[in-house]
């Protein structure tokens, strides 16, 4: 989730917004008269890492609105 501040309010603090963008790894948005105008993001040395992590854990179900398990139960047997 990406937190807002003022550039008012960013410019004296900088430096410490930019240590807890890196430390906490979350989106800053920089705003002027309400409207958002930066987006500070932290760096990732290889983005498609992160996708490699996500590779085969997403799963196909063929019938999706039937019963899960149903031959499982005991109790339906």
């Known amino acids: 989730m990406s ?3 003022s550039k008012s309010r960013f410019k ?7 240590r807890r963008i890196q ?3 979350q989106e800053l948005i920089i ?3 309400n409207k958002p ?3 500070i993001i932290p760096y990732r040395e290889q983005p498609s890492a992160v996708l490699r992590e ?3 854990t997403v799963r ?5 609105l039937e019963p899960v398990g149903e031959n499982d139960w ?3 047997k």
């Open 3 to 5: 937190q807002t501040i």
């Open 12 to 18: 004296p603090r900088a430096l410490e917004h930019f």
């Open 23 to 25: 430390e906490d790894g």
């Open 31 to 33: 705003t002027d008269h």
């Open 37 to 39: 105008v930066l987006k």
């Open 54 to 56: 996500l590779r085969n």
């Open 60 to 64: 196909c179900y063929e019938q999706p």
């Open 74 to 76: 005991e109790a339906l």
